[in-house]
């Protein structure tokens, strides 16, 4: 309450200050707007506390009771799982990134005006779709279309002195691969990517624009020029996003892949690491006992990670200060 | 073709009317790769059935011969600045395509596996005794609208409170940018950990392996109030000021301009936002899974506490493929399908009506 009566006071007039009425309406209705901000912080902070309330038998308490740890060491038990959710979200976003900026691109520099509303509709549309439509569709569909591919890669370039640490065979005879996994996170995590990308891209100064133009340049090297270095902050915010995105996915990785706890980098075998969401999707419904606070454990890391990347991005966009953060 | 440069280039070409390829030649190089690529193939699957024939490969050869053609094309006959701008020209072109070929693909793998078991059945039946096939999802759609509505009830309200603090309110003091850039941050929680959160409150107060309605439903808000505190944001902050302050002029307390002036002008914008919030949260999967659980049965009360399993329909999808049934999986893989398109559907259909809403209800100001 004392805050909003504060900021009306630092803003009035220093001289014959003119206090408004203090009506009851007025203070309920701003007494329950700010309430209701409040409520946000709140909730934000009661997630930290209860995960790291949760985590806590889980980390220090008796590992060989435990029945998921059945002796292992929590650290030990987590790091794979750490490992395949930042393997499969960093491989979607290398994917996803040029794709990203190329579409932005193509919206706001390149296709004509009238058409530009209707193609960033479209995109819109990717974002509206279900992820566990995609997960289905990558699982059922688009792995096995996809595993052709992946066995001439793994025959031609799988053998091939640096790239055979990633392509080597056998190749995965379903296709279900984290690569797989990998796309269909790039294409979920394509939409706000690019809706962060093409605001950028239209805030660059017309004036910028229209003088390297005028001297000359082609239309790639005006945006080369003008556009990219411009922009160069939000598309960092926008992939990082877009990465914030792909860590705390869960239904692709699950549903695509089969994954064990191992750290690996090969694409395109059957053997793939899994990722925190998935592993406490998948061992969450029959946990019982210490067991739950594992996963929850496991939780709190992701949500850390998350938390952090999603903060810096903001922090980075924030600097913009007429950026509207759309989404 | 590479014969004219190896002499020619000594003229430098500083002209203005340098040569440049005429208009419409992207296009035709484009048809030009494209007849190549697939005589290409056509040639190499002599034989046997056209149905063999690898069209994706086809195109996609394709796509890299017509950026080929048209970087040598343009280095020969323009310059090679020239030449740069229709290579990055190209590939950003195709970017573009590439991105929609997944929506094209998603939506007709969705459609056409979908319709099978898009009948009666399927929207009058749970899979209460159901083993094999038949079976429906009628318990998962009630659990997807009284779930998803429960949470509207919760966070649209909380949500437009908050949003109307940091326009009306907050003028920019330390809080409301503190809120602001926290419900930034809380777009990308995973909702995963939503889950997990509501779940470790409710074991304190219900005792372990508690499963209810409404537990996914405080979820989903956790997912569903930063969607609706930005989007609404956004409406208020385009309603015109000179409202506000000739209705102050008027005597008009702050609180009445706000419910009178400010939220009727803008009510168009926020359904809008609302609905395309509730779009995007109804599809959330992961976290239902952990607090609302599975069931076959039709359950319609979200605060039940012993037995409350309710299904959704995106743990529907998740569980019939995951878990297909034993004695005919092909039955357990139509319904997921059928399912995913029920769900399509709903998030489809919340699209376009909040879309035609703002576009036929907003009121008509003379931009900003």
Not at chain 2, 123 to 144: D, K, L, P, Q
Not at chain 2, 278 to 293: F, N, Q
Request: one cysteine or more; aromatic letters at 10%.
């Amino acid at each position: 309450m004392s805050t909003t009566e504060k900021a009306p006071a630092r803003q009035a007039p220093p001289e014959g200050s003119i206090k408004a009425k203090k009506r009851p309406g007025d203070l309920a209705f701003s007494g329950s707007s700010l309430g209701a901000g409040i409520i946000i912080l709140i909730v934000l902070a009661a997630t930290a506390v209860f995960l790291v309330v949760q985590s806590i038998p889980a980390i220090a308490g008796d590992a060989d009771t435990n029945p998921i740890l059945g002796g292992e060491n929590f650290w030990s038990y987590a790091l794979p799982f750490l490992f395949g959710t930042l393997w499969s979200a960093l491989l979607a976003l290398a994917i996803a990134s040029p794709i990203a900026i190329g579409i932005a691109l193509f919206i706001s520099h390149y296709a004509p005006r009238r058409l530009a509303a209707v193609l960033g509709y479209i995109i819109d549309l990717l974002a509206a779709v279900p992820s566990v439509v995609f997960g289905l569709w990558g699982a059922l569909f688009f792995s096995g279309f996809l595993q052709p591919f992946f066995a001439t890669l793994t025959d031609t370039i799988g053998t091939w002195p640096i790239l055979n640490l990633f392509f080597s065979g056998p190749v995965s005879a379903t296709g279900r691969t984290v690569l797989t996994a990998a796309l269909v996170l790039s294409v979920m995590i394509l939409p706000i990517m690019t809706a962060i990308c093409r605001e950028v891209f239209l805030q660059t100064p017309k004036l910028h624009e229209e003088a390297a133009l005028a001297l000359g340049a082609t239309r790639w090297e005006m945006i080369r020029m003008a556009v990219l270095p411009f922009a160069r902050g939000g598309m960092v915010s926008g992939a990082m996003l877009g990465l914030g995105r792909a860590l705390g996915e869960t239904m692709a990785v699950t549903m695509v892949l089969s994954g064990s706890p191992i750290v690996a980098f090969q694409l395109l075998q059957s053997g793939n690491p899994q990722s925190i969401a998935a592993n406490i999707a998948l061992h969450f419904p029959e946990a019982f006992d210490t067991g739950v606070n594992t996963l929850i454990a496991t939780g709190l890391i992701l949500f850390i990670v998350t938390f952090a990347v999603n903060a810096v991005a903001r922090w980075i966009v924030n600097r913009r200060a007429e950026f509207s953060g759309a989404n | 073709m590479t014969a004219p440069t190896t002499e020619t280039v000594v003229v430098p070409p500083s002209r203005i009317s340098t040569g440049r390829l005429p208009k419409g030649s992207p296009w035709a190089i484009l048809a030009g790769a494209m007849v190549v690529s697939f005589a290409i193939f056509a040639v190499m699957n002599a034989g046997s059935p056209l149905a063999d024939l690898n069209v994706a490969a086809a195109l996609f050869i394709g796509m890299v011969l017509y950026i080929v053609f048209v970087y040598v094309l343009s280095l020969i006959a323009e310059s090679r600045r020239h030449a740069t701008d229709r290579l990055m020209t190209a590939l950003i072109s195709t970017a573009f395509v590439i991105a929609c070929l997944p929506l094209v693909s998603v939506l007709w793998t969705v459609i056409s596996n979908g319709l099978a078991r898009m009948d009666p059945t399927f929207f009058s039946w749970s899979m209460r005794n159901v083993i094999g096939e038949g079976g429906g999802a009628v318990h998962a759609i009630w659990g997807t609208l009284i779930v998803t509505g429960l949470a509207a009830i919760i966070s649209v309200p909380i949500g437009l409170m908050t949003s109307i603090y940091l326009v009306e309110y907050g003028n920019g003091n330390r809080l409301s940018k503190g809120i602001t850039f926290f419900v930034d941050v809380m777009t990308g929680i995973p909702s995963i950990v939503a889950g997990l959160f509501i779940y470790s409150v409710f074991t304190i107060f219900f005792g372990p392996g508690i499963r209810m309605g409404i537990m996914g439903a405080l979820a989903l808000s956790v997912l569903m109030i930063p969607v609706v505190v930005r989007g609404s944001e956004e409406m208020l902050r385009i309603v015109p000021n000179e409202l506000r302050e000739a209705s102050y002029a008027l005597g008009v307390p702050k609180w009445l301009t706000i419910i009178k002036v400010v939220l009727p002008t803008s009510i168009a914008g926020i359904t809008t936002s609302i609905m395309l919030a509730i779009a995007r949260v109804i599809g959330e999967t992961a976290h239902l899974l952990l607090t609302v659980g599975v069931t076959a049965n039709l359950q319609m009360n979200a605060f039940q506490s012993d037995n409350g399993q309710m299904m959704t329909l995106p743990v529907f999808v998740y569980n019939e493929f995951m878990y297909p049934s034993a004695s005919s999986p092909d039955a357990s893989l139509e319904r997921a399908w059928a399912a995913a398109l029920t769900l399509l559907i709903i998030v489809m259909l919340l699209n376009l009506i909040g879309r035609g809403i703002s576009k036929f209800f907003a009121p008509k100001t003379s931009g900003r």
